[in-house]
Structures are given as structure tokens and as C-alpha cells.
């Protein structure tokens, strides 16, 4: 059987991807059911009842045999997921430790947990327990040598510079995102928020990658995937979720400008040694620098070393010295006057690589 990109089919995820190539996908995004054992129907205190995850799809005879699905599943997506792949899979309490334990027992590398705090979670209605606010995912290669792709710097652009921790707030799946059927009600129980998925998807795969959803839905990995030029394959059950799903899709404008989802890797940047701005005659031997508060000083020397007090060395080995420090990032520490501004020496060092792109 052919699995072409950007399709949705209908079946058995684990027979259907049992039945594509080996070592194949990218990734593996997986809603599974939860499983969550409910016990009848639940109220609000003015007796309208919750539109609770009540369908037939999320019920299992025992723990026993949700653990042989959860098996099942994980080993079919292990087999598909190329050498330097990643899973990640979301859950609640109903299901997602006994999701971790078979991922483990399988073989799988756990990377992080994330927990993705929901911004507008729903109450406890009955004020029994905590109100449930947040859910996990599990985030994972296929052993701890795995070469993955993890975009640190897109990740830590997204997030305002700030370095991206394991603690999402994003709200819930509501107003116009929520597909509907013909009357109004919620189309799927569980749809993810396309935020939610956008982060991941962000963070895991390169443009043009194919990602895999066992349990599709109404699409929300399809649709993530096409915002950011990444190919799409979805199992799904039910044709309504497939239907839905589908009109969803097709609504998406997909990626015109290339360049725009081009990722920034500072790891792959050519390097530049200090040297070469006083090469390029950026910087003049005998030039001050200081730090941005201006409370260390140093003086530019024509090899590309610096000099403070009785410390030579390095951009690097100065930028530590004058502050006591085992190590230091001499091109973020150190700044120049230009006029009467100070600006980071970093600046020099981009404009210099952005010259030799240029030439590439």
C-alpha cells in the first residue's frame, strides 16, 4: 500500500501503520484515547450536563487491555520513525503514566515531559478534587544515541528570547477553532488547541518533514503541519472526524514564502574569529570596549586578543577574568561606542556572516 503526504486514512491506525515503510516519518504526534473510566454522566450545579469525552472509541474492558493497545500502537509507530525520529504523545492521569511505563519498557528515549497548563481549564463541578488544569506530553526518540532534531533557537525566538521551559500555558480549543456539527455541539471531545500543536511541531521537525497523527481527529496536526510547510499523514476511525477534518484543512493557505519558515541555527553559522572584524577594519587596534554597563573596560590589540589590566587573552578568556568567572561569551559580554551609542560586538559578527551567506 502507498501513503501519499498530506492525506488522511480511513482505519486502524496500528494496522495502517504496519503497513507503511519502515524507518519512513519524521515524527509521530499521538492523541490516543484516555480511557477515563467515567462513571456516569456529570452535572453542572445548574443540572445542564457536561459535554464530557463519553464515546465509545475511549472505552476499554480493563486496564489490561488498554495496555495491549498502548503496546500495540507505540511498537507500529516505533517501527515507521527514521533512526533520528521523535514521539510525542499526550495524556491525563487517566492514561498518560501507564503510556510512559510501555514507552520505556519498548525502548523509547524520554526526553522531557511538558505540561501544558491550560489557561481557561474547566472547574470541578462537584468541588471534590483539584480542578484538572493541565495535561502531559511525552516527548521521546527511539534510544538515548538518537540524533534528533530539536530547534533550540526557534524555540527560544518564539518565546521572546527566553529560553523555552517545559510549562505551556495556552488555552484550550475554543470559539471559532471548535469544529461543530450540523447542531452546534462540539464535533470531537478532545480537540487540541492548533497552538498546541504548532509548538511542537516547530520545535521537532525541519520544513518538509512528514509527521504522522495515528489518531487524527479533526485534523489539528494536519493543519499545524500545512502553517509551517510540513507534509502530513493521518489515521482516522471515524468518517465525520475525517470529513471535518478535511474542510479544516483545505481552508489553510499553505506556505508561499520558503524563506519564511527557514529555521536559524546558530550551531550551523560559519564561525568568525574576533580577528577578522579588525581584519575587515570594523575595529581598530586600540579601540576600547567595555560590558554593556560600562564597568569593565579593555583595549583591542591588532592579533585579536584584548587586554585589561594585567589579563590578556581572548574575547572570551577577558570577558571571564574581569569578572571572576570560569567562562564567558566574549561577543554578547563585550560592547564598542559607535558615536555615542554602545553597541554589542555580536552586531560585527553577524553583519560579517551575513557577507559571507552572501557569497555562499
Known sequence: MTFAPDTVYQGDCIALMNAMPEKSVDMVFADPPYNMQLGG????PDNSRVDGVDDAWDRFESFAAYDRFTADWLKAARRILKDDGTLWVIGSYHNIFRVGATLQNLGYWILNDIVWRKSNPMPNFKGTRF????ETLIWCAKDKDARYTFNYEALKDLNEGLQMRSDWLLPL????ERLKDGDGAKLHPTQKPEAL???IILAATKPGDTIVDPFFGTGTTGAAAKRLGRRFIGFEMDRTYIAGAL????????????ESIKLFNKKQEPRVPFGTVLERGLLAPGEMLADVRQRYTAKVRADGTLIAADTRGSIHQVAAAVQGLPACNGWTFWYFKNRNEWLSIDLLRQRIRSELAGLA
Do not use: M, Q, S
Not at 454522566?41 to 453542572?44: H, I, K, N, Q, S
Not at 480549543?173 to 471559532?176: A, L, W
Open 197 to 199: 500543536l504548532y509548538r
Open 41 to 44: 454522566e456529570l452535572l453542572r
Open 247 to 258: 474542510d479544516r484543512i483545505r481552508a489553510v493557505e499553505p506556505v508561499a514564502d520558503l
Open 131 to 134: 480542578t484538572n488544569a493541565h
Open 173 to 176: 480549543c475554543t470559539g471559532g
